[in-house]
């Protein structure tokens, strides 16, 4: 999860920016590179409480996981949606191929709610801090490199070359 401290129902996102860092300064400069790849987080409007939508993504499995990624930030950060909300979700789920209706049913049940809080604590207790957050391993390297956030194309390049044993172009 994003932030586990988040209210259910989200927040909205400059009253939770104020509250956690006093300011979105921080997310200037995401910004900016992100529109520079065509996701400028142009209606950024609440900051999730994202339990529902990891259990959407459990839902959905590694069939519909890429598809779904997509959508969730879509929704929240271009649309300007509440990914915390079971009804946008449902509809999220709908942009994807998924049922609706089933989705709903399982957001408003109890299924999927250990196995993700289980995922979660297990990736808190292995370092992750922030999404994204990337785990790179290979045989050139000691131990895997982990980082967290928006990254260039260049930099992931460049780890992936190291990581691979190869020169970088």
């Known amino acids: 999860m994003i932030d586990p401290g988040t209210k259910e129902g989200g927040e909205e996102y400059m009253a939770y920016n104020r509250r956690r860092w006093g300011s979105d300064g921080w997310t200037h400069s995401m910004r900016a590179k ?3 790849v065509g ?12 339990l ?5 993504m459990y839902f959905g499995g590694e069939e519909y996981a890429n598809a779904l990624k997509g959508a969730l930030f879509d929704a929240c ?20 191929g998924l049922e609706a209706a089933a989705a709903r049913a399982y ?10 809080a289980a995922e979660c604590q297990s990736a808190s207790r292995s370092g992750v801090t922030g999404v ?4 790179v391993d290979g ?10 956030g928006a990254v260039d194309s260049g930099s ?12 970088a172009n």
């Open 34 to 36: 992100g529109a520079k």
């Open 39 to 50: 996701a400028p987080f142009a209606d950024w409007k609440t900051w999730p409480n994202t």
């Open 52 to 56: 529902k939508a990891h259990r959407l």
């Open 77 to 96: 950060y271009e649309r300007g949606e509440n990914i915390s909300d079971v009804e946008c979700l449902a509809v999220v789920a709908s942009r994807v």
């Open 107 to 116: 957001l408003q049940s109890d299924q999927g709610k250990t196995e993700v």
């Open 132 to 135: 994204p957050y990337f785990i």
């Open 139 to 148: 045989d050139h390297v000691e131990r895997p490199y982990g980082f967290s």
């Open 156 to 167: 992931l390049l460049n780890v992936f070359n190291e990581v691979s044993g190869r020169e």
